[in-house]
């Protein structure tokens, strides 16, 4: 894999965090889990928790609301970055408003088909943060980058970004997830490089 640096004289490209570097067209394959045997018909996508009413939806009912694209750059915390890459879906906000978020709601844990968590401040997916996605530059969701949807929170490291999505539980308080339990940073800004807890 070819690694894009800068030179002398030259100035890095302002799109890459501190200790990243631009994988170019590639993207690399990186899971915690054994990949599941989940497809569109068998998929499925719930919200519960601190919620006024928790709700599930199939493959033909989450594609039924208002779909949204997001354009940027994703940041993985073993330092490559894919800069100018594109996701469609649905906006994370959507999947709330329909549930209805109660106000003492303040975190929650991202769940996948696996058994896979991660814990998200609700501010960080909420307000055109983040979204359920199935297609990644107009084609659907390759199965290793989690198709049929994964969670997408681009301002944070992509290991918050849950593979094979399965829902979110609203809680009241933070509750660490697989990476967070082993080290992991809480919140994972690479701006900040909060990789690991105490950085």
Same mark, same amino acid.
């Given at each position: 894999?070819?690694?894009?640096?800068?030179?002398?004289?030259? *100035?890095?490209?302002?799109? *890459?965090?501190?200790?990243?570097?631009?994988?170019? %067209?590639?993207?690399? &394959? *990186?899971?915690?889990?054994?990949?599941?045997?989940?497809?569109? +018909?068998?998929?499925?996508?719930?919200? +519960?928790?601190?919620?006024?009413?928790?709700?599930?939806?199939? =493959?033909?009912?989450?594609?039924?609301?208002?779909?949204? /694209?997001?354009?940027?750059?994703? !940041?993985?915390?073993? %330092?490559?970055?894919?800069?100018?890459?594109?996701? %469609?879906?649905?906006? $994370?906000?959507?999947?709330?408003?329909?549930?209805?978020?109660?106000?003492?709601?303040?975190?929650?844990?991202?769940?996948?088909?696996?058994?896979?968590? /991660?814990?998200?401040?609700?501010?960080?997916?909420?307000?055109?943060?983040?979204? $359920?996605?199935?297609?990644?530059?107009?084609?659907?969701?390759? !199965?290793?980058?989690?198709?049929?949807?994964?969670?997408? &929170?681009?301002?944070?490291?992509?290991?918050?970004?849950?593979?094979?999505?399965?829902?979110?539980?609203?809680?009241?308080?933070?509750?660490?997830?697989? =990476?967070?339990?082993?080290?992991?940073?809480? *919140?994972?800004?690479? =701006?900040?490089?909060?990789?690991?807890?105490?950085?």
């Amino acid at each position: 894999m070819a690694r894009t640096g800068f030179g002398r004289g030259q *100035l890095p490209d302002p799109r *890459l965090p501190p200790g990243q570097y631009d994988t170019g %067209s590639s993207w690399p &394959v *990186l899971t915690a889990e054994v990949s599941p045997k989940l497809t569109a +018909d068998n998929w499925s996508f719930r919200v +519960d928790g601190l919620v006024q009413q928790a709700k599930t939806w199939d =493959w033909p009912a989450a594609h039924r609301l208002e779909s949204s /694209t997001w354009s940027g750059d994703i !940041h993985c915390v073993t %330092s490559w970055s894919k800069l100018g890459t594109g996701f %469609s879906g649905v906006s $994370v906000d959507t999947f709330l408003a329909e549930a209805g978020v109660l106000p003492e709601a303040t975190h929650v844990v991202a769940w996948s088909h696996t058994g896979y968590t /991660t814990n998200l401040p609700l501010a960080e997916i909420t307000g055109g943060r983040a979204w $359920v996605v199935w297609q990644h530059e107009g084609k659907p969701l390759p !199965h290793e980058h989690g198709g049929p949807a994964r969670l997408l &929170v681009p301002n944070l490291y992509f290991w918050k970004s849950a593979k094979w999505i399965g829902g979110l539980r609203l809680l009241d308080h933070d509750e660490p997830g697989f =990476w967070e339990q082993r080290g992991y940073h809480e *919140l994972g800004d690479p =701006w900040l490089e909060q990789r690991y807890s105490g950085d």
